[in-house]
């Protein structure tokens, strides 16, 4: 399962850099395209922006800080893989995706003077514009809080359920 998961977290990230180096290469020339639309009615467009902050512009400017602490939560991501990872499917799904999204936003961080590449636009109501890597990170986060609140705690009533059932067979043989 492992090593499913390296495939899919190189993957998401070879994805993620390919799509940003088309929007660098075609999308920045022109500012803007239009890409998703019912109608007159756009829902999705392509504008290139180059965001040197974290989500909605937070934290802009600090470039180190980010890089700092994307490094520290891709380590913990990566230990809780490695560590936790064979306990559920979505478990290794969630930290895939947030693996993968967070490495490829990194890199954009190191390699492109702290400047991340987004280029999607929801056009539908006013909305951030972001990146597939984004993309990843919360879907990756929103599969993860399924997994904590629904999946694992029935793993650990199991687990404790198990340990207990297991004492007092122990203790029925030994009597």
């Known amino acids: 399962m492992l090593i499913v998961a390296l495939i899919g977290i190189i993957l998401l990230t070879v994805i993620d850099q390919l799509i940003k180096y088309w929007a660098i290469l075609e999308l920045k ?22 965001n040197d902050g974290a989500v909605f512009s937070s934290f802009s400017g ?28 979505l478990l290794t799904a969630s930290l895939t995706l ?15 003077g702290g400047l991340v590449v987004d280029y999607l636009d929801v056009k539908l109501f006013h909305f951030a514009v972001f990146n597939f890597a ?17 999946i694992d705690p029935k793993l650990e009533k199991q687990g404790k359920e198990g340990t207990v059932s297991g004492t007092v067979e122990k203790e029925s043989e030994d009597a």
């Open 29 to 50: 020339p022109v500012g803007e395209m239009q890409f998703l639309h019912f109608g007159d009615t756009e829902i999705l467009g392509l504008r290139y922006l180059e």
């Open 62 to 89: 600090m470039r180190w800080l980010l890089i700092v602490l994307t490094s520290a939560l891709m380590g913990v991501c990566i230990y809780w893989l490695i560590h936790r990872g064979k306990q559920s499917k």
């Open 98 to 112: 947030i693996i993968g999204g967070g490495i490829g936003n990194l890199i954009d961080r190191i390699f492109r």
């Open 134 to 150: 984004d993309c990843c990170v919360v879907i990756g986060v929103i599969l993860f809080a399924l997994y904590f609140f629904l």
